[in-house]
T-cell receptor, first 112, second 116 residues
Framework: AQSVSQHNHHVILSEAASLELGCNYS??????LFWYVQYPGQHLQLLLK??????LVKGIKGFEAEFIKSKFSFNLRKPSVQWSDTAEYFC??????????FGTGTSLTVIP | SQTIHQWPATLVQPVGSPLSLECTVE??????LYWYRQAAGRGLQLLFY??????ISSEVPQNLSASRPQDRQFILSSKKLLLSDSGFYLC???????????????FGEGSRLTVL
């Protein structure tokens, strides 16, 4: 089974700071990559996804992620975070099958 | 539009009692269906997935089982609950794979299970 690693377990930032959350996966073949977000009290929702093509993917709310195949990474970025970005963020991988594997999540707290 | 519902939202059960969590999807046909368990600091653990009626794949050995009696219905069960079964259970669906692409996962609201 593939594994997905999110090394930042808890991140605390001030508003307007830049954000980068790391995600690494272990599968060497063709992958589909996702970032999901879970706002407090809400269900998981898709932030962005990568299937193929341009490795820089833009998602909702100003988020983007870059797929670096040589590093098996799909890091999430946002140039300037807002208080409303406080949430838990999950990286997920799907590779050559029907399974989706998730990382352990990163809890982001943005201080006004 | 497609919707996914799971119930009950909250459940408190004694050790050794049976469990049944139900999930239904509306507005689509032949979806892939998934059960995940979410635990703090441990992310989402894939428990079961199904690509069709009666087809269940188990990811980890455990005290739980899953069934898909109808195309858009997915049930998570246990005959005898353990304390370690406590957690937050999520049902999800996606459109089946086309080539390398698979659709995004859509999640239900979740079911909080407490085993006492």
């Amino acid at each position: 089974a593939q594994s997905v690693s999110q090394h930042n377990h808890h991140v605390i930032l001030s508003e307007a700071a830049s954000l980068e959350l790391g995600c690494n996966y272990s599968y060497g073949g063709t992958v589909n990559l996702f970032w999901y977000v879970q706002y407090p009290g809400q269900h998981l929702q898709l932030l962005l996804k990568y299937f193929s093509g341009d490795p820089l993917v833009k998602g909702i709310k100003g988020f983007e992620a870059e797929f670096i195949k040589s590093k098996f990474s799909f890091n999430l970025r946002k140039p300037s975070v807002q208080w409303s970005d406080t949430a838990e963020y999950f990286c997920a991988v799907n590779a050559n099958g029907n399974q989706f594997y998730f990382g352990t999540g990163t809890s982001l707290t943005v201080i006004p | 539009s497609q919707t996914i519902h799971q119930w009950p939202a909250t459940l408190v059960q004694p050790v050794g009692s049976p469990l049944s969590l139900e999930c239904t999807v509306e507005g689509t046909s032949n979806p892939n269906l998934y059960w995940y368990r979410q635990a703090a600091g441990r992310g989402l653990q894939l428990l079961f997935y199904s690509v069709g009626i009666g087809q269940i794949s188990s990811e980890v050995p455990q005290n739980l089982s899953a069934s898909r009696p109808q195309d858009r219905q997915f049930i998570l069960s246990s005959k005898k609950l353990l304390l370690s079964d406590s957690g937050f259970y999520l049902c999800a669906w996606t459109q089946p794979r086309t080539g390398h692409r698979i659709g995004e996962l859509f999640f239900g609201e979740g079911s909080r299970l407490t085993v006492l």
